[in-house]
């Protein structure tokens, strides 16, 4: 198996892509230690994943639980391998939104939650690949908006620029450390249904969209489980002699144009 002796912390593994990553390195004979918010979706998470798992109940924007979860992974496993951040979410509701509509607190919120999280957690497992004196991988979560916006549909502004800030930053401490063998990499996935994305996942002009916009496999809105492999692959061995990558499994949506279908206009056909 190709996580088998690797203890591996899931930063949001109680839900959505998280939890899927998580079963799946579990699959792959990983020890795991698995952060999230709620008491309700941790025990369900541990009752879905086969395998030895402690869980860690916190916000992973404050800098204490990822230390906190580093902590626990030494006291009940030994040791730290890696690292798969996926925590993160909409900012929507606290005020992100197109640049002139975006408010103090949507910016303060979007950001907190999505970007300075991710340092948190990077920070706090290099600090214990230091003091063992190995490498490891750490794997970060992005998004297709950092890269390939989408106007019509999704215009939150903060939530591009912190996905976008994973990415730089991500590539940064890969150039680092990568004397010490610790690895960063980042995967990009586009539209995924998952808690978070209900509001798009329930509209059907989004999901219209999403047929031009994700056109592989039929054109669908992806699901958890087709990000799983390469979570595997990334937090393995398998992967090291890779650093500072970004992966995008996206069923097209970067190489898409995903317009609506609109009338040619004269002139326009060629």
């Known amino acids: 198996m190709m996580l088998e002796h690797s203890v591996i912390i899931v930063v949001g593994g109680t839900t959505g892509l998280g939890l899927s990553g998580a079963a799946a390195c579990a699959r792959a004979g990983a020890s795991l230690v698995i952060v999230g918010r709620h008491a309700d979706s941790a025990q369900a998470a541990v009752r879905t994943i086969s395998g030895p798992v402690e869980v860690v109940l916190g916000d992973a924007s404050k800098p204490e639980v990822n230390i906190e979860a580093v902590d626990v992974a030494l006291k009940k496993f030994g040791r730290v391998d ?8 909409s900012g929507r509701k606290q005020g992100d939104g197109p640049l002139h509509e975006l408010t103090d607190e949507g910016i303060d919120y979007t950001l907190d939650l999505n970007l300075k999280s991710v340092l948190f957690s990077n920070r706090a497992v290099v600090k214990a690949f230091m003091s063992q004196g190995t490498g490891g991988s750490i794997l970060n979560m ?6 390939s916006p989408s106007p019509h549909f999704f215009s939150t502004h903060a939530y591009a620029a912190a996905k976008a800030g994973i990415v730089g930053f991500t590539k940064s401490a890969a150039a680092y450390y990568a004397g010490l063998n610790i690895r960063f990499n980042v995967v990009s996935p586009a539209l995924v249904e998952t808690p978070m994305a209900a509001r798009a996942a329930g509209n059907e002009e989004i999901l219209k969209f999403i047929q031009t916009k994700q056109p592989l496999d039929g054109g669908r809105i992806g699901q958890p489980s087709d990000l799983d492999e390469a979570v595997v692959y990334f937090l393995s061995t398998a992967s090291k002699f890779v650093t500072g990558q970004v992966l995008s499994i996206d069923g097209g949506w970067g190489v898409s144009e995903g317009q ?4 040619r206009q004269s002139g326009m056909d060629s």
Not at 82 to 89: D, Q, R
């Open 82 to 89: 890696g690292l798969y951040h996926v925590a993160g979410g």
């Open 142 to 147: 992005s998004s297709v908006l950092a890269h």
């Open 260 to 263: 609506f279908k609109e009338p």
